[in-house]
Nanobody
């Protein structure tokens, strides 16, 4: 059974950093495109960053370019999201998603990130 478990969220001051992790089990991790999404208060869920299965291609939302970095370790079945220079508008629940050729899709339960003084 596929399972994605996020961790690393928390409360941080503006300008601070957090590193999110998402560990996958029950899937052939190296075959999946991995993405991070977020959903803020009263907002729709949006894609933040995505990486192809071998880690060559990265995509970012314009709002996080230059501040967030997605990476993955296929040996550890883990995808990371390094978030620097965090802003209050980054406050959201962050989810990871695994997608296989548009045929299979799995989501984690989310981890809360709060950026506030």
């Amino acid at each position: 059974q596929a399972q994605l478990v996020e961790s690393g969220g928390g409360l941080v001051q503006p300008g601070g950093s957090l590193r999110l992790s998402c560990v996958a089990s029950g899937i052939t991790f190296s075959a999946y495109v991995m993405s991070w999404y977020r959903q803020g208060p009263t907002k729709e869920r949006e894609m933040v960053a995505a990486m192809d299965s071998v880690g060559r291609i990265r995509k970012y939302a314009d709002s996080v370019k230059g501040r967030f970095t997605i990476s993955r370790d296929n040996a550890m079945n883990t995808v990371f999201l390094q978030m620097n220079n965090l802003k209050p508008e980054d406050t959201a629940v962050y989810f990871c998603k695994a997608n296989y050729r548009g045929e299979k899709e799995y989501w984690g339960q989310g981890t809360q990130v709060t950026v506030s003084l």
